[in-house]
């Protein structure tokens, strides 16, 4: 069993930058695959990024260039750096891991997590 809880949602303006946490119940490093994904109302589950054991990372090409992924694998946190924000980030994100996996395939959350947290809002308007 896998425990995740992300933190860090809110409102952002367009062009602006926020920064989400998702806090484990295991060391990343032991936890393999892990990445974000979000769902916007009426709309299905989007793969935002995700990141191997070994620190490679896979973008979704809706936010290549503004987000960032990275995991201190020492310890028992995945963040998610989102900058140059637009009102089409808006959605619900969620932490996932693949574990026991060690790497990923692509961003689709539903081959890629079958653990994930409660999920953070992120609201992006002006």
């Known amino acids: 069993q896998v425990d995740l809880v992300e933190s860090g949602g809110g409102s952002g303006q367009p062009g602006g930058s926020l920064r989400l946490v998702c806090r484990t119940s295991k060391v990343t490093y032991k936890l393999g695959c892990m990445g974000w994904f979000r769902q916007a109302p009426g709309k299905e589950l989007e793969g935002v990024a995700t990141?191997?054991?070994?620190?490679?990372?896979t973008d979704a090409d809706s936010v290549k260039g503004r987000f960032t992924i990275s995991r201190n694998s020492g310890q028992n946190i995945l963040t998610l750096q989102m900058d140059s924000l637009n009102p089409e980030d808006t959605a619900m994100y969620y932490c996932?891991?693949?574990?026991?996996?060690?790497?990923?395939?692509?961003?689709?959350?539903?081959?890629?997590?079958?653990?994930y947290g409660q999920g953070t809002q992120v609201t992006v308007s002006s």
């Open positions: 990141i191997n054991r070994g620190g490679e990372a």
């Open positions: 996932g891991t693949r574990w026991p996996l060690a790497y990923c395939s692509g961003v689709d959350p539903r081959v890629n997590f079958q653990y």
